[in-house]
Structure formats: structure tokens, C-alpha cells
């Protein structure tokens, strides 16, 4: 077989493929050639759909609601979008000033798109996840990453922020709780560097993702400070808040122009995402939010059991996550053993020797440490645990 070159245009090298999906494809081989493979890299929760929200798609789909909706979501769904986001932080969005895309993931790179011109630098924290470097090379920006503190559970501060800015600097964008550490930025922490980047005209991108998942805190935005609307853009997702992450349905929260700008591109992309998820998304917001609760409760038992297991273990370096769910332990006691020398080479081994998929910190720009994710159940916690405990007792 001949192979021709095909020439590719020559920003598509200008991303790679998301290592956790890579992970995921890796640990889902081997299962289907029959290997019993405990996996802690999926990013997404082992919670069914709550049944009024599969109930409303199915409503939906009855009611034959299946054809073209607009480009940027329902009416309804904006209003409903806007709504939940004023009564569980305090914000006064208008319906102009939302847009629903396919999944958090559309909406931030969109966001990068409209935004981002050529040279534009975008601040971005470590670790941070995966594909907001991506999505600001793809947009031809160039990322700045601010390194946190560790020691301190991967905390940042305005002041490690600050020497950062530039005349270019146009976005920066925070994740709080982490994906990948699980680190929380404080109410306090997070309106200094919202003062900072108001101040100075840079726009302060705030991904909202695990905001329900907070373990000590109560959920806040940053777009509630005053002149938060037009200096903050929120970056939404339903997937982990409501165990929703194959219907994909996320949202921005914006300027008037940033949207319409965004709803001008996904015209031309995507167009509406799909009609019945979005039915689904507005019983989501608009009816019973127990579920959250009772998701927030389970992950809190699963971390404190991850937390003492990995503290157990000689030598691994754990930060107790303070809210989605994830724990990032930095593994790097087995560098020098058995070939290991980075959290990939772990990794590899980890999956390889002892049948656990866990993603590695390069993925998220560090290479001392490996992300966990809790969002599995007790028993496939314990089973994993128990391997990762052997393995790195079997180091030489
Ligand atoms: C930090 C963060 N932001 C956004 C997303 C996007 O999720 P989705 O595209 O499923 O809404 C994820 C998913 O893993 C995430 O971890």
C-alpha cells in the first residue's frame, strides 16, 4: 500500500490530541481485550443522569421537539441558564448576554477564538487542564503559565499573577476548584486578582465547571463583584454539576458583543446543540437540585478514603483536594526506580504492570505528579489503591 502525503493545513499542528481522551482510549483497549483494568482517568461522574432530566428529554421527544433550535440556544434555555446562575451567586445576566454551545469545552474554545488575537497572551496557572493551551494555540495566542504554590495546595495569589502582565496580556483564566489538583482559589484571593485584571482592562476568564463541587466553601462567582459583568466572562458546563456529560450542553456568560460574536461563529459550526439535550438542560437548572447535593456528599467520602490511602503511601506527596474530584499526588518518590523518570513513564508502567490507568501530569504541565480521578465508585477505589500501594512498594 502506497501511503501519500497529504498536506494539512498547518494550524492544525498547532494542537495535539487531549492526553486524558488518549488515556482513555489506552485503558479501553486493554479492557476490550479482556483485561480487568481499574481506571481512574475518566474526568466525568459515575452518576447516572437524574431521572426528571432524562424524563425532560424524553418529554422532548414526544413533544417532537427535534428540529433546529437558533444557533445559541432557546430562549428558554438562556432565561433558565440566567436564572440559576442569579439565584446560586447573585448575578443579574440578561438573555443577551448568554449563549448555550456544545458542551464547556465549545464554549471556552470559542471564547479563545473571538477573543485571541495573534500575539495575544492569555495567563494561565499550573496545573492547568489540558485543553486551555490548545485552545489559545489554535487562536494563535501565546499562553504565559503562573506557577503555584505546591506546598500551599497549589494556591495562587494575585501577587504571583502580577509580574505576568503585559500590554499583550488579554485574558486570564482561572479554574477554581482545579481539574487537575483540586485546589480552590479563596473568595478573598480570587477578588484581588479580579481587581488586578479589572484595573487593567484584561478580561478575567473564570471556568465554572466544578463550581457546585466545592467541599469547604460555599460556591461564589467573581462575576457577582460590582462591574463584574463587564470585565468577567464565565465559562459554564452542565456536565459534571448534573451527570450530563454526554448530552453536552455548556455556556457563556458574556459582554453582549463577545456573544453575538460567538453566536456569529456557531452559525457557521455547530449550529444549535441539540434540541432535546437542551430541554433536559432547562429541567436541569429550573427543577430539583438534591442530586447535586447528594453527588457533592459521595465525592466528599471518596476523597477523605483517596486522601488517607495516598498518605499512607511511603513517599507520595498529596494536597487534600479542596473541591471537584480529582487528587493530584506527586509521585516522583519512584523517579530513578525501574526506569521511571517522568509521571508519563509512571504512568505507562502503572497501566502497563499493574492494569491502573491514571492520567500523567504532563498532560496538565507538571511532570512530578499523576491525576486521579474519585469519581468512580468505593470499591473500584479500594481495588486501584490496593495496586497502586503494591506497584510502588515493588519499585527498585
Ligand atoms: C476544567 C474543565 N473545564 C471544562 C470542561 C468541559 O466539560 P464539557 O465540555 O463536558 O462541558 C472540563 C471537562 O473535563 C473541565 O475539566
Given at each position: 500500500?502506497?501511503t501519500?502525503?497529504?498536506?494539512?493545513?498547518?494550524?492544525?499542528?498547532?494542537?495535539?490530541?487531549?492526553?486524558?481522551?488518549?488515556?482513555?482510549?489506552?485503558?479501553?483497549?486493554?479492557?476490550?481485550?479482556?483485561?480487568?483494568?481499574?481506571?481512574?482517568?475518566?474526568?466525568?461522574?459515575?452518576?447516572?443522569?437524574?431521572?426528571?432530566?432524562?424524563?425532560?428529554?424524553?418529554?422532548?421527544?414526544?413533544?417532537?421537539?427535534?428540529?433546529?433550535?437558533?444557533?445559541?440556544?432557546?430562549?428558554?434555555?438562556?432565561?433558565?441558564?440566567?436564572e440559576?446562575?442569579?439565584?446560586?451567586y447573585g448575578?443579574?445576566?440578561?438573555?443577551?448576554?448568554?449563549?448555550?454551545?456544545?458542551?464547556?469545552?465549545h464554549?471556552?474554545?470559542?471564547?479563545?477564538?473571538?477573543?485571541?488575537?495573534?500575539?495575544?497572551?492569555?495567563?494561565?496557572?499550573?496545573?492547568?487542564?489540558?485543553?486551555?493551551?490548545?485552545?489559545?494555540?489554535?487562536?494563535?495566542?501565546?499562553?504565559?503559565?503562573?506557577?503555584?504554590?505546591?506546598?500551599?495546595?497549589?494556591?495562587?495569589?494575585?501577587?504571583?499573577?502580577?509580574?505576568?502582565?503585559?500590554?499583550?496580556?488579554?485574558?486570564?483564566?482561572?479554574?477554581?476548584?482545579?481539574?487537575?489538583?483540586?485546589?480552590?482559589?479563596?473568595?478573598?484571593?480570587?477578588?484581588?486578582?479580579?481587581?488586578?485584571?479589572?484595573?487593567?482592562?484584561?478580561?478575567?476568564?473564570?471556568?465554572?465547571?466544578?463550581?457546585?463541587?466545592?467541599?469547604d466553601?460555599?460556591?461564589?462567582?467573581?462575576?457577582?463583584?460590582?462591574?463584574?459583568?463587564?470585565?468577567?466572562i464565565?465559562?459554564?458546563?452542565?456536565?459534571?454539576?448534573?451527570?450530563?456529560?454526554?448530552?453536552?450542553?455548556?455556556?457563556?456568560l458574556?459582554?453582549?458583543?463577545?456573544?453575538?460574536?460567538?453566536?456569529?461563529?456557531?452559525?457557521?459550526?455547530?449550529?444549535?446543540?441539540?434540541?432535546?439535550?437542551?430541554?433536559?438542560?432547562?429541567?436541569?437548572?429550573?427543577?430539583?437540585?438534591?442530586?447535586?447535593?447528594?453527588?457533592?456528599?459521595?465525592?466528599?467520602?471518596?476523597?477523605?478514603?483517596?486522601?488517607?490511602?495516598?498518605?499512607?503511601?511511603?513517599?507520595?506527596?498529596?494536597?487534600?483536594?479542596?473541591?471537584?474530584?480529582?487528587?493530584?499526588?506527586?509521585?516522583?518518590v519512584?523517579?530513578?526506580?525501574?526506569?521511571?523518570?517522568?509521571?508519563m513513564?509512571?504512568?505507562?508502567?502503572?497501566?502497563?504492570?499493574?492494569?491502573?490507568?491514571v492520567?500523567?501530569?504532563?498532560?496538565?504541565?507538571?511532570?512530578?505528579?499523576?491525576?486521579?480521578?474519585y469519581a468512580?465508585?468505593?470499591?473500584?477505589?479500594?481495588?486501584?489503591?490496593?495496586?497502586i500501594?503494591?506497584?510502588?512498594?515493588?519499585?527498585?
Open positions: 500500500m502506497t501519500v502525503a497529504i498536506a494539512l493545513a498547518e494550524r492544525i499542528s498547532l494542537i495535539s490530541e487531549s492526553s486524558t481522551m488518549k488515556v482513555a482510549a489506552a485503558a479501553d483497549k486493554l479492557r476490550r481485550q479482556g483485561v480487568d483494568v481499574v481506571d481512574f482517568g475518566a474526568g466525568e461522574p459515575d452518576f447516572p443522569t437524574p431521572d426528571n432530566i432524562k424524563e425532560a428529554a424524553v418529554q422532548a421527544l414526544r413533544d417532537n421537539f427535534t428540529k433546529y433550535t437558533p444557533a445559541g440556544g432557546t430562549q428558554e434555555l438562556k432565561e433558565a441558564i440566567c440559576r446562575h442569579a439565584k446560586d448575578t443579574a445576566y440578561k438573555t443577551n448576554e448568554c449563549i448555550v454551545t456544545v458542551g464547556g469545552k464554549v471556552i474554545f470559542n471564547l479563545m477564538q473571538v477573543l485571541v488575537n495573534p500575539g495575544d497572551e492569555v495567563v494561565i496557572p499550573v496545573p492547568y487542564w489540558v485543553t486551555y493551551k490548545d485552545v489559545v494555540n489554535y487562536a494563535g495566542g501565546k499562553c504565559v503559565f503562573v506557577d503555584t504554590d505546591e506546598d500551599a495546595g497549589f494556591t495562587l495569589t494575585a501577587g504571583m499573577i502580577a509580574p505576568h502582565l503585559t500590554s499583550r496580556t488579554k485574558i486570564v483564566l482561572i479554574n477554581s476548584p482545579s481539574n487537575p489538583s483540586g485546589g480552590v482559589l479563596s473568595r478573598e484571593e480570587f477578588e484581588k486578582i479580579y481587581q488586578l485584571t479589572s484595573s487593567r482592562g484584561i478580561f478575567l476568564m473564570t471556568d465554572e465547571c466544578y463550581c457546585r463541587f466545592l467541599y466553601e460555599e460556591p461564589f462567582s467573581i462575576a457577582a463583584m460590582p462591574g463584574g459583568k463587564e470585565n468577567v464565565v465559562a459554564g458546563s452542565l456536565s459534571k454539576t448534573y451527570a450530563m456529560t454526554g448530552w453536552r450542553i455548556g455556556f457563556g458574556a459582554p453582549a458583543p463577545v456573544i453575538s460574536a460567538i453566536g456569529k461563529l456557531q452559525s457557521h459550526m455547530t449550529s444549535n446543540p441539540t434540541s432535546i439535550a437542551q430541554k433536559a438542560a432547562v429541567e436541569a437548572l429550573r427543577g430539583p437540585q438534591e442530586s447535586v447535593g447528594v453527588m457533592l456528599a459521595e465525592y466528599r467520602r471518596r476523597r477523605d478514603y483517596v486522601i488517607a490511602r495516598l498518605r499512607a503511601m511511603s513517599g507520595v506527596k498529596i494536597n487534600e483536594p479542596k473541591g471537584a474530584f480529582y487528587a493530584y499526588p506527586n509521585i516522583s519512584a523517579f530513578g526506580k525501574n526506569g521511571i523518570h517522568s509521571a513513564d509512571f504512568s505507562e508502567k502503572l497501566l502497563d504492570q499493574a492494569k491502573v490507568a492520567v500523567p501530569g504532563e498532560a496538565f504541565g507538571t511532570d512530578k505528579h499523576v491525576r486521579i480521578s468512580t465508585s468505593m470499591e473500584e477505589l479500594k481495588r486501584g489503591l490496593d495496586r500501594e503494591t506497584f510502588l512498594k515493588e519499585l527498585r
